[in-house]
């Protein structure tokens, strides 16, 4: 099955407004929730032979922190962790070996210099092309001007208390100061699925797939989740260190209301992901199709085939994560697409426009 450009931006625009629509049309009311909220599982091995690994979300209403926590999974089914959720925050339980992302960034709060140093953020100052680290000098005039007026209005400045808070800078955050306190500076996880992403797991047949899946047997795994802080963040499954976020360009005009005083609680990353092996423009790779859900219409796709990033400056090679975007919204002038009916799964299996 071949599909033309045209073709596959109408289907994955269609593909965006129904994931869109399903995460949004029926929210879960945060508020409604248990002071503490779990989500569904995501496994690491579906077959239970030998036991397996579970990850899932976790957020508590209110002070809107968020967490993805790791469980032991027996052959028989029963869960465990070592994460005591019993506290007003997630504790690691003295001796435990679960991780806990809460815990993690707990960890790196008491070094300052984390925030900006230490992790890899990104996003498209392109809807989908030129991917830059996500850092003031790299935001376009409207960015600027919609997600830190007082230092975009200041030629001197560079840099913005808004954007070093949504990297996890936390000194503006407390009594007498400008910004929101913070439990974490993971946020809630409500909507989004974790996805586990290992070895290649398709059963295609051709030649160059099987070329591609012996390549990529030995990779890390790592588990994908949207979260109401402006991010899908990555996570090293072995030991729940984030290894990169990416911000979906759309959401940028929006994300200064995660840092205001006070706070009313909005969704960003909130949508369904779905992650295949896709046949992308002549070459095999591990694709991520992730929705907004109910913090907006739009749909993102990331190469994932190298979960590693060098830097958060790099873009080329395995760096290059990015691949699109897509918004609901047309560009005004532009023609709007008709719907044309087709799951994500299937799209991801037919070989994308070479």
Do not use: C
């Amino acid at each position: 099955m071949k599909i033309t450009n045209t073709v596959a931006r109408i289907v994955l625009l269609s593909v965006s407004m129904v994931l869109s629509q399903q995460g949004a049309a029926a929210p879960i009311d945060p508020e409604g929730q248990p002071l503490g909220y779990i989500g569904p599982m995501e496994l690491s091995n579906t077959d239970l032979t030998n036991g397996a690994k579970g990850y899932r979300g976790w957020f508590e209403n209110g002070g809107w922190q968020g967490d993805l926590i790791e469980y032991d999974v027996s052959s028989g089914g029963a869960l465990s962790t070592s994460i005591d959720l019993s506290q007003p925050s997630p504790q690691q339980s003295p001796g435990g070996s679960n991780w806990s992302a809460h815990v993690r960034f707990a960890d790196t709060a008491n070094t300052t210099s984390h925030w900006s140093n230490g992790r890899k953020i990104f996003f498209s100052n392109n809807y989908g092309s030129n991917q830059k680290a996500f850092r003031w000098q790299n935001l376009d005039i409207y960015q600027k001007q919609v997600l830190d007026n007082v230092a975009d209005k200041n030629s001197t400045d560079e840099a913005s208390k808004v954007v070093d808070y949504l990297r996890g800078d936390r000194s503006n955050e407390g009594a007498g100061k400008s910004m929101r306190t913070r439990y974490t500076v993971l946020g809630d996880i409500v909507h989004s699925n974790p996805e586990y992403v290992g070895a290649p797991e398709g059963t295609f047949t051709d030649s160059d797939y099987v070329t591609f899946k012996n390549a990529n047997r030995n990779r890390t795994p790592h588990v994908y989740v949207g979260a109401n802080d402006g991010m899908l963040h990555a996570f090293n499954a072995s030991n729940g260190q984030e290894e990169w976020a990416y911000v979906p360009s759309m959401l940028i005009p929006k994300m200064k209301r995660l840092s205001g005083v006070p706070y009313s609680h909005s969704y960003y990353v909130d949508g369904g992901i779905t992650v295949q092996d896709a046949h992308v423009n002549g070459a095999w790779k591990t694709v991520l199709v992730g929705s907004l859900g109910a913090g907006g219409r739009g749909l993102f796709a990331l190469n994932v085939t190298d979960p590693r990033q060098d830097s958060e400056s790099a873009n080329g090679g395995r760096n290059d994560k990015i691949m699109w975007e897509e918004r609901a919204e047309n560009t005004p002038g532009d023609p709007a697409p008709a719907p044309i009916p087709i799951s994500v799964t299937s799209l991801m299996q037919a070989p994308l426009p070479s």
